[in-house]
């Protein structure tokens, strides 16, 4: 189907709660009497795996595998400045929150062939040390998108996508006005990704969180609950989903929106032991 036959863009919000996939689950009985669970496994023997090799796997198959099949995957809208004062805004999807205290964030750049050719926004940190990270929206996200062009170095993606910038308060490169959750950050450590006795493939940048901008429409101040039933789980200080509408990258050109969610209670060693005590006795039988 072509872009141009597909549904429009439904503009009311999609994050919903609903229950779990397998709500009965029980442990060590594991997924018996979960007709979902087991259909899944099912198919899974029926159809059987493709085994695949990263060393004998051609590059570009191996990265179109990894980005469809590791998903969703959050991205860093990054804002950052070259040595020559040249602003540069990116979007990259190997990202993550690696850590909370001290709170570090991850952003991975592939590199050109032979490791020559390392992206802008990636040179601009390793020389400056600073860059904020900034979340994307639905409501701007073909406009974040737009910064993923290839561009020449001294191309300001800023004035392409029509985003607005906002003053840092720490560091130097600006935060996008738009996000409703920007990170100040200024460089941790680098590490460089590569086989032994070859030139990198990537390079890993772990940025320090120096500062973060919240929009309070988005934060859930003490006292304030979404609508779903959150148990004894504490939710002050957490982002609500459904107005932040945060997006994702998947395979390909693919980005994918935050739909429905479910709450899994974490269990406790109290509430299990008895079911895992019993497996001794289970083995003899």
Same mark, same amino acid.
């Given at each position: 189907?072509?872009?141009? =036959?597909?549904?429009?863009?439904?503009?009311?919000?999609?994050?919903?709660?609903?229950?779990?996939?397998?709500?009965?689950?029980?442990?060590?009985?594991?997924?018996?009497?979960?007709?979902?669970? !087991?259909?899944?496994?099912?198919?899974?023997? =029926?159809?059987?795996? +493709?085994?695949? %090799?990263?060393? *004998? *796997?051609?590059?570009?198959?191996?990265?179109?595998? $990894?980005?469809?099949?590791?998903?969703?995957?959050?991205?860093?809208?990054?804002?950052?400045?070259?040595?020559?004062? +040249?602003?540069?805004?990116?979007?990259?999807?190997?990202?993550?929150? &690696?850590?909370? %205290?001290?709170?570090?964030?991850?952003?991975?750049?592939?590199?050109?062939?032979?490791?020559?050719?390392?992206?802008?926004?990636?040179?601009?940190?390793?020389?400056?040390?600073?860059? +904020?990270?900034?979340?994307?929206? !639905?409501?701007?996200?073909?406009?974040?998108?737009?910064?993923?062009? %290839?561009?020449?170095?001294?191309? %300001?993606?800023?004035?392409?996508?029509?985003? *607005?910038? =906002?003053?840092?308060?720490?560091? !130097?490169?600006?935060?996008?006005? !738009?996000?409703?959750?920007?990170?100040?950050?200024?460089?941790?450590?680098?590490?460089?990704?590569?086989?032994?006795?070859?030139?990198?493939?990537?390079?890993?940048?772990?940025?320090? &969180?120096?500062?973060?901008?919240?929009?309070?429409? &988005? $934060?859930?101040?003490?006292?304030?609950?979404?609508?779903? *039933?959150?148990?004894? &789980?504490?939710?002050e200080w957490t982002i609500d989903p459904a107005k932040l509408r945060a997006v994702s990258r998947m395979g390909g050109i693919t980005y994918g929106r935050i739909g429905e969610a479910f709450e899994i209670p974490r269990p406790t060693w109290a509430q299990v032991k008895d079911n895992y005590n019993g497996r001794d006795a289970a083995d003899k039988n």
């Amino acid at each position: 189907m072509a872009a141009s =036959e597909r549904p429009s863009f439904n503009y009311e919000p999609s994050f919903k709660y609903t229950q779990s996939p397998n709500p009965d689950f029980k442990p060590v009985s594991g997924l018996k009497g979960a007709p979902f669970a !087991e259909e899944w496994i099912k198919k899974g023997e =029926e159809v059987g795996f +493709t085994v695949v %090799d990263p060393q *004998t *796997t051609a590059p570009g198959n191996l990265y179109r595998l $990894l980005i469809s099949g590791i998903v969703p995957r959050p991205i860093a809208f990054v804002s950052s400045i070259a040595a020559d004062g +040249t602003q540069n805004l990116a979007p990259f999807s190997y990202f993550n929150v &690696v850590n909370s %205290d001290p709170p570090i964030v991850s952003v991975s750049f592939s590199v050109g062939a032979a490791g020559t050719k390392k992206k802008d926004t990636c040179n601009n940190i390793l020389t400056n040390k600073t860059f +904020t990270v900034n979340i994307i929206s !639905e409501p701007f996200v073909e406009a974040a998108n737009w910064c993923s062009v %290839d561009s020449p170095p001294d191309v %300001d993606e800023w004035y392409g996508s029509g985003l *607005t910038k =906002e003053k840092s308060t720490l560091v !130097e490169p600006p935060r996008v006005k !738009e996000s409703a959750f920007s990170l100040e950050c200024e460089l941790y450590q680098s590490v460089e990704l590569k086989h032994p006795d070859q030139p990198p493939g990537g390079i890993l940048v772990l940025g320090l &969180v120096q500062l973060i901008h919240v929009r309070n429409d &988005v $934060l859930i101040h003490p006292g304030e609950h979404p609508d779903a *039933t959150a148990g004894s &789980v504490p939710r002050e200080w957490t982002i609500d989903p459904a107005k932040l509408r945060a997006v994702s990258r998947m395979g390909g050109i693919t980005y994918g929106r935050i739909g429905e969610a479910f709450e899994i209670p974490r269990p406790t060693w109290a509430q299990v032991k008895d079911n895992y005590n019993g497996r001794d006795a289970a083995d003899k039988n």
